[in-house]
């Protein structure tokens, strides 16, 4: 089985229960799993790949909890710079409609090399549009070219404009289909084992873009193989008004109504939410994908993440679609939730406030948010920290650096507080994917120019 030694971290960030942060530390890593984390010295001085991190900071590998790889090809449209969500989403999906199994595949890749330079190693996505022939197949074996791993979300869009749903009938599809189609990729893809590279999730778009039967369906055939739901919750008022006057409830009731809350489920945004609904989310141990950046853009709002976390509610971060973010960076993110979450603060009376024991996020909290945080909403405990027994999955910055000159007394908030860098080294299950800031396992350049091409041709 293949070692891979990694030694001489300047400090070595485990994210582990008991918050070690290891001088000069180091990992033995076989066959893809960590055996050994500690000191450089206390560590085996050979191994048949070494990795010398000298002058590095290194951190678990982050994990994405929502995204639209797709939308990497639509960033900054001029017609939907400005709008709100559901203006921006008719906007945007008659140019989605054109979509190819090779614009799948190509974006697919795009986005995951953004993730994989920002230091992520596991990443979800939300394909919910399968225009000319696209298959969610088709993203799945582009993401085993690139190296991270993937929880492949089969979206689904039924409730088209003419039933009174938002997006247009072009992009909508049979509901058996949708779900004979789900159960194929479960019985092809899904792997639950410690250490998958490739899960399968079952998510229905949103509220106003699919039938309440479609949802009760996937959730039964979800539960019938053990795999993950997951769908666009509560992001806008606008949401908000549209299910109260459809389904006559709020969008967490509705998903209550449905069957949709329990430990196996996780929602995209949840930003329009009371006091109560939070205690639906802790009760049933749903879990959330927080996605400030996306939030920020199109005027949605501020989640509650202090308050998910005060009830014991799991929080990862997601970058969402890279036509509501423009980008795929997820340490970025990382930043962006301790920023938006102290705007958030001051919105709600910190600066007023004579109460000792309020405090704003910190930068450790936000780390925890895009490693812990995100690894127990996909429902995986063999990612998220480096620990005996996990995933050999993380991330190296060369601390040597002008963006941290002056910060390097305390070189874990200066990851997070400082601007958002390109990663010197990511690492995959003990594989290199990026190295000295370069992908391993693509042409970089290559890839960008078909991307443009597409994109080129999908808005002409």
């Known amino acids: 089985m293949p070692t891979l030694l990694v030694r001489n971290a300047q400090l070595l960030v485990t994210m582990d229960d008991h918050h070690r942060e290891i001088a000069d530390g180091g990992l033995f890593i076989r066959d893809g799993f960590i055996e050994q984390v500690g000191p450089t010295s206390a560590l085996p001085q050979t191994a048949d790949e070494i990795l010398d991190l000298s002058g590095h900071i ?256 799991n929080v990862g971060l997601g970058v969402d679609g890279s036509a509501s973010n423009d980008g795929s960076h997820l340490l970025a993110e990382v930043r962006q939730a301790m920023l938006l979450a102290r705007v958030r603060e001051g919105i709600t009376g910190f600066s007023r406030s004579d109460d000792p024991t309020r405090t704003l996020m910190t930068a450790r909290q936000a780390l925890w948010l895009g490693t812990r945080g995100g690894a127990a909403v996909l429902g995986r405990a063999d990612i998220g920290s480096l620990e005996v027994g996990k995933c050999a999955d993380f991330f190296a910055v060369n601390l040597n650096r002008l963006e941290y000159a002056g910060s390097l007394h305390d070189p874990v908030s200066a990851v997070v507080f400082d601007q958002p860098v390109r990663v010197d080294y990511t690492v995959v299950g003990g594989k290199i994917v990026v190295s000295e800031g370069q992908m391993t396992t693509l042409d970089e350049g290559a890839l960008i120019e078909r991307h443009n091409q597409i994109a080129s041709e999908l808005l002409a």
């Open 58 to 313: 290194v951190f678990p590998g982050l994990v994405n909890t929502h995204h639209h790889f797709y939308q990497t090809l639509t960033r900054v449209v001029p017609a939907a710079q400005d709008a709100n969500l559901f203006n921006w989403l008719t906007t945007l999906y008659p140019i989605w409609a054109r979509l190819t199994p090779e614009a799948i595949r190509v974006s697919t890749k795009t986005a995951l090399t953004e993730l994989a330079l920002s230091g992520c190693t596991t990443a979800s996505d939300h394909l919910y549009l399968f225009p000319n022939g696209s298959k969610l197949d088709d993203e799945i074996l582009a993401a085993r070219e690139v190296g991270l791993r993937l929880h492949a979300s089969r979206g689904s869009m039924s409730l088209g404009e003419s039933k009174g749903g938002l997006p247009p009938d072009s992009v909508v599809d049979d509901e058996d289909v949708i779900l004979k189609d789900s159960q194929r990729l479960i019985e092809t893809y899904h792997d639950p084992a410690p250490g998958s590279f490739t899960q399968i999730v079952l998510a229905p778009c949103s509220p106003f873009s699919v039938t309440g039967d479609l949802m009760r369906e996937s959730a039964a055939l979800a539960r019938q193989y053990d795999v993950h739901l997951h769908t666009h919750l509560a992001e806008t008022e606008d949401e908000e008004t549209f299910c109260l006057e459809k389904f006559g409830h709020r969008p967490v009731g509705y998903m209550q109504e449905l069957g949709w809350v329990g430990e196996d489920v996780w929602f995209a945004h949840a930003v329009w939410v009371n006091a109560d609904e939070i205690a639906v989310f802790s009760r049933h141990h749903c879990g959330v994908a927080h996605c400030p950046t996306s939030n920020m853009r199109l005027a949605s709002g501020i989640a509650p993440v202090k308050e998910y976390l005060a009830a014991g509610v």
